[in-house]
């Protein structure tokens, strides 16, 4: 119990860091459903569930590979490099294509229309960017000793952070005109840049490093 | 730099004369200490810049054009700041670009369009995100405090009319634009006038997650002409080379093949963020429907597409007008007219026209005048 | 109400015609004067930091700055220590020296570095940690906001990062 109030409050003191992260990503996304209170939190809590994917992944990396498990600079590095790679991948996506089902304003006609995971790979993408809270929560969710109950920190860590994330939800209720919607495609599009940047510039950093 | 432009009556010379006085007067006081100050440079320099703008403003009055004559402030601003600031630096440095050392010791210039990057990191962190001095200093007179006072005095008087009659950077692309005689590319989705404020929003978030300026570290196309961080590094010199690449693509070449100020209206965040402000900026520009007949030359005339067949139906601007006057000058039915908000629409243009240029082309004397005259004492120092 | 709204229009008008004349003598000051006022400070990354501590040395002292630490993850510097050796002509021309971070009796590193005549030159740094919270430097000139030596004035500025994880 004591543990789980540790993760939960660890996860609590994390979030403005998570939001620095995720925010940039969730802010445009959001803006550019322009779905309803109901539908926004329904999207709110799939990026969420995306999140807590790649959070017990790593829980269970952490509970299987213990003390062996790669924390380094190194492996830091190249799983930020994917995590920011595959990033910019779905922001491409998202911001080019318009939702299924949905008739588009004439403003946004490229593409066929795109599936309702999308928001998962969002979340897991941005979900695992080994920030130092991140870390120090893989440390201790190893120091538990088994799959289960590094399963449970992270669980309870990642309680912690997701209330942050709550608040978003207004943002996707906004129902902006449709130009402000093609701005925040727009604006994905410019942010993809920026994280494939990002991606490309670590990976080579690291491979040539050796 | 003639378009095809609509041509009123003329005002009579008494009258012009009259109307232009309180701007040669307050040219005269803006310019004072200038001519008072020994050293023949000085004065020649003030001299000019202040015949110049006042001839300019005189002529604004005579021929009831706006645009036409405000454009040779414009570019001649846009080209002169450049080589004065370069001639700054290269004295006191001896290169344009900014070592690290300057940036600690809070050296770097601030520049009027990193104000948006900056608000939310202060106000959450209460800190500047910026290697320049709050306060000015000897080594630093555009201080953060001096240039976002300058900054908020600019918007109150001139609101989006900052980028018609304030920024030195527009006035490279007015130039260039105002040159062929016609445009290569006509056509361009009006799609492209939403990109600024994506850039403004990319900016905005990337500048409060990573707490630094996202736009002058990777996007801002005058750091060709102004200065930019050492070059150490491949993350460098790949910045140099994306500075490079748009300010030559987006100030140079589309403006030449498109007549219109691309980088200011389908690139550059400051732009949109200032858009803004026309919401509560009291002049605007309005179409009277009931003259109107539909012949889209205030659209095509205008260098930052603020006018869309919508927009045109609707009587107004879109929220990019930058109050250049462009289309005014090119309506020959005077449907296109200057407003104050409050006041009928149509009932009294030419007053609220003269009106805003007072206010619009004092600001321009006291600042981009100040700007001009600077680099010609430089050039004629030289010379001299 | 038409008269009403013409005679605000109007008169807003005035004003910011009003407000162009008062811009160099009032307001441009009025707004710096506010915007000083609200207490805002440069960022530490680009200052270094608020000095916490000075070594006296012989005609010269050390200023250890606090810490600084990245904001956020995306924030891209490793937390570092900011260390001026002044003034920077009463050093002797090889610096090689201990020096104690947060005062513990205890030196955290030994920092090595040349100080040319011409303060132009190019400057590089050696440091090595002689504690767990500092990060070896080998020859490192500016390379980055984090790890750095520089003339900065009248100090020679050396930045040495720290091991992350370590507030």
């Known amino acids: 119990m004591r543990l789980l109030t540790e993760a939960a409050l660890l996860g609590l003191a994390s979030g403005p860091a998570c939001l620095a992260s995720c ?18 939190l329904g ?11 790649g959070y017990l992944l790593f829980a269970i990396a952490a509970g299987l590979l213990g003390a062996t498990m790669p924390l380094g600079a190194r492996a830091r590095a190249l799983l930020f490099a994917a995590a920011h790679l595959g990033l910019a991948a779905t922001l491409v996506v998202y911001g080019l294509r318009p939702r299924r089902g949905r008739p588009e304003p004439p403003l946004v006609t490229i593409g066929p229309a795109r599936r309702s995971w999308m928001p998962v790979l969002l979340g897991l993408f941005t ?7 991140f870390v120090v929560a893989a440390v201790r969710a190893m120091e538990t000793g088994s799959v289960a109950g590094a399963v449970l920190f992270f669980l309870a860590f ?3 952070t997701a209330v942050w994330f709550v608040p978003f939800a207004a943002l996707g209720a906004l129902r902006v005109a449709e130009t402000a919607a093609t701005v925040a495609r727009y604006t994905m599009l410019a942010l993809a840049a920026y994280y494939a940047y990002l991606g490309i510039l670590t990976l080579l950093a690291r491979l040539l490093d050796g | 730099m003639a378009d095809h432009v609509a041509t ?38 003030a001299l000019l810049t202040l015949i110049f703008l006042v001839t300019l403003f005189f002529l604004m009055v005579r021929t009831r054009q706006t645009n036409r004559w405000r454009r040779w402030f414009f570019a001649t601003l846009g080209f002169l700041f450049p080589i004065g600031f370069i001639w700054e630096l290269i004295a006191l440095r001896g290169s344009m670009s900014i070592p690290m050392e300057k940036m600690i010791a809070g050296d770097t210039p601030f520049c009027f369009m990193v104000i948006p990057m900056i608000l939310l990191p202060a106000a959450l962190t209460r800190t500047v995100i910026f290697p320049g001095a709050i306060l000015p200093t000897a080594s630093n007179p555009h201080s953060i405090a001096v240039m976002i006072g300058l900054w908020m005095a600019a918007t109150l008087v001139l609101g989006k009319g900052w980028c018609a009659y304030g920024c030195f950077f527009g006035g490279i692309e007015e130039g260039i634009a105002a040159m062929p005689r016609k445009a290569r590319i006509r056509k361009i989705d009006g799609r492209w006038r939403l990109v600024p404020w994506a850039v403004l929003a990319a900016i905005v978030l990337l500048s409060l997650a990573t707490l630094a300026p996202t736009y002058c570290e990777w996007l801002c196309p005058f750091k060709t002409i102004t200065e930019y961080a050492e070059v150490r590094s491949i993350e460098t010199a790949i910045q140099a080379g994306i500075f490079l690449s748009l300010f030559l693509g987006l100030v140079i070449v589309l403006p030449w093949l498109t007549k219109k100020r691309t980088q200011c209206a389908f690139f550059c965040p400051f732009g949109a963020f200032q858009s803004l402000f026309n919401k509560i900026h009291i002049f605007e520009i309005r179409i009277r429907r009931d003259e109107c007949k539909d ?26 007008c930058m109050h250049c006057g462009a289309c005014v000058d090119v309506c020959h039915k005077d449907a296109a007219v200057w407003h104050i908000k409050g006041t009928p629409v149509g009932a009294a243009p030419e007053r609220a026209r003269l009106l805003h240029l007072y206010a619009a082309w004092g600001f321009a004397i006291m600042f981009g005048g100040s700007i001009i005259a600077g680099t010609l004492t430089k050039m ?3 010379l001299g | 109400m038409t008269r009403l709204k013409s005679i605000l229009g109007y008169t807003a008008a005035a004003l910011t015609v009003a407000a162009t004349m008062l811009t160099p003598f009032l307001l441009m000051n009025f707004f710096t004067r506010g915007v000083a006022a609200t207490g805002l400070r440069i960022d530490p990354v680009y200052t270094g930091g608020e000095v916490v501590r000075e070594i006296a040395r012989d005609g010269y002292r050390v200023r250890v700055h606090r810490a600084v630490y990245p904001g956020t993850p995306l924030q891209r510097i490793e937390p570092f220590v900011q260390l001026d050796w002044t003034p920077a002509a009463a050093l002797p021309a090889q610096v090689s020296e201990e020096v104690d971070l947060d005062g513990d009796g205890q030196a955290d590193l030994r920092a090595r570095f040349s100080v040319p005549r011409d303060p132009n030159a190019e400057l590089r740094v050696d440091v090595e940690p002689l504690g767990p919270r500092v990060k070896a430097l080998r020859g490192v000139g500016k390379e980055s906001f984090h790890a750095m030596i520089a003339r900065v004035g009248e100090a020679v500025v050396v930045r040495v990062p720290l091991v992350t994880d370590t507030r």
Do not use: H, Y
Not at chain 2, 296 to 318: E, F, H, I, R, Y
């Open chain 2, 295 to 320: 012949c889209v030359s205030c659209q095509n005339s205008c260098p930052t597409m603020a006018l869309s067949k919508q927009s045109v139906a609707d009587g107004k601007t879109l929220i990019n």
């Open chain 1, 23 to 40: 925010g940039p990503v969730l802010a445009p996304w959001l803006v550019a459903e322009r779905a309803g209170w109901r539908r926004a």
């Open chain 2, 380 to 382: 004629l120092g030289f």
């Open chain 1, 158 to 160: 990642f309680t912690g």
């Open chain 1, 43 to 53: 999207l709110l809590s799939v990026f969420l569930g995306g999140r807590l994917a």
């Open chain 2, 8 to 45: 009123p009556d003329s005002r009579g010379i008494g009258r012009s004369l009259l109307l232009t006085l309180p701007v040669a007067l307050w040219a005269l006081l803006m310019f004072s200490r200038a001519l008072g100050v020994p050293g023949v440079a000085v004065k020649v320099a």
């Open chain 1, 127 to 133: 979900g695992v960017n080994l920030c130092p809270p």
